[in-house]
């Protein structure tokens, strides 16, 4: 009774993974959860204030579908401040979440049988939503430390590609693509005439390096890059669903005549919060980014040292990719087979490559406090030693 198109639908390893542990949680074991794709910290004070203003003031109902015209104001305000981006209210689209912003911008570009090129370890959700859209899927391998440059793409153009997918800082590496390799990428996509999606949604958090959006490096390739990004990661407000994108006009166009037959936009108050986050003060992401840095270094220290396991320094994201493959064999063949032991023997949740199509991998969330953090790896090291 299903389409085939839902039939296809891979559902969200990530989650999947989540709810079991969340399950077992239930039934009274003391998880150690180290899959969640979220910050631990509560959507700071000033943002719920203007949340709860805006239900005081009666901004309740329906908006453009858009978004507000003082969001997307400070949208290109805080384009021009941060990323040296300039961009008009109307070359912006709000929507409920970075994730359906993605699935309309795919929705708007791909016809049946176009090409997107995505490079892996990834996160899986562009790939299922360029299906969903009639694309094809085009992925390429990278190799630690997993950092993309244009001659990796070379050779996979063809005239069928329409789209590259660029996510940096990366979920799940948190590899952070180069200055440099961004403006050959850029002049590529210019000569090609094919479209950039870059989702930046981990800009804020990113620890030595300097965050560069592609659409400001190279004046001529603006037209063919979309920018997308959210709230979810760098304001702690994953539940508020909003997100937002910017690009040439008739791309922002199509993505808003879908959204007025889908989703209207996304909530009033969620948008009247996004504002805030904008225009209000930044400390609260600078503390949590510090906080971040300080449990990327304390993981990194703990486990780079670990027999059996390749770790590499995240550059940003909150997350840490680990080689487990020297691991795997007849008893786990597969890091999956390797996490469900984890989880089951020492009650620690991990999320496998494989969710991110990188075999031989896990990914471990430091988006959870330290103490939870150095009970986590005491575990993962006894069930390293308990399995050599
Ligand atoms: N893009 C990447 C790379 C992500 O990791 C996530 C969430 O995990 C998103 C987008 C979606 O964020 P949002 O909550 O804004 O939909």
């Known amino acids: 009774m299903l389409t085939k198109r839902i039939k296809q639908l891979q559902p969200s390893q990530t989650i999947a993974l989540d709810t079991k542990a969340k399950q077992m949680q239930a039934t009274g074991i003391n998880i150690i959860n180290l899959t969640a794709g979220e910050p631990n910290f509560s959507t700071p004070d000033n943002i719920c204030r203007a949340a709860k203003q805006a239900i005081d003031d009666g901004h309740t109902h329906y908006l453009p579908n858009a978004g507000i015209e003082k969001l997307r104001l400070a949208i290109t305000q805080k384009l021009k401040r ?51 859209a009639g694309g094809k899927p085009i992925i390429i391998n990278l190799s630690p430390p997993f950092k993309l440059k244009s ?19 990366c979920n799940p590496t948190g590899a952070v693509i180069e200055k440099k390799e961004l403006i050959k990428i850029a002049r590529l996509a210019v000569k090609n005439k094919i479209y950039i999606i ?32 959210g709230f ?29 037959q889908t989703t209207s936009g996304t909530a009033s108050i969620s948008q009247y919060a996004a504002l805030e986050a904008l225009n209000g003060s930044q400390k609260p992401v ?27 320094k995240p550059e940003g994201a909150f997350y840490l990719f680990l080689n487990v493959k020297r691991m795997l064999g007849k008893k786990y063949p597969t890091a999956t087979a390797w996490a469900e032991a984890l989880l089951e023997k020492e009650n620690v949740a991990v999320v496998p490559g494989e969710a991110f199509y990188a075999p031989g991998y896990i990914r471990i969330s430091y988006a959870t406090d330290l103490k939870t953090l150095s009970i986590g790896i005491k575990k993962i090291k006894r069930f390293i030693k308990n399995n050599l």
């Not at 409920?96 to 795919?106: E, N, R």
């Not at 793409?153 to 660029?166: D, P, Q």
């Open 82 to 132: 941060d990323n040296n981006l300039k961009y008009t209210p109307d070359e912006v689209v709000v929507g409920v979440g970075t994730k359906q912003i993605l699935y309309s911008a795919f929705q708007v570009l791909c016809e049946n049988g176009d090409e997107v090129i995505v490079p892996t370890p990834t996160w899986s959700t562009y790939i299922e939503q360029i299906k969903l």
């Open 151 to 169: 001659t990796d793409l070379a050779k996979y153009l063809t005239k069928k590609t329409k789209i590259i997918v660029l996510n940096s800082p």
């Open 198 to 229: 870059a989702d930046e949604i981990y800009e804020k958090i990113i620890y030595e390096k300097k965050h560069y959006s592609i659409a400001s490096l190279l004046p001529e390739a603006k037209n063919y890059i979309l920018t997308v990004n």
């Open 232 to 260: 979810s990661k760098a304001y702690a407000m994953t539940g508020w669903r909003i997100g937002y994108a910017v690009g040439s006009k008739e791309i922002i166009q199509g993505m808003i005549t879908l959204a007025t």
């Open 286 to 312: 600078q503390k949590m980014v510090s906080e971040f840095k300080k449990r990327r270094d304390y993981l990194y220290k703990s486990l780079k040292k670990t027999k059996m396991l390749d770790t590499m």
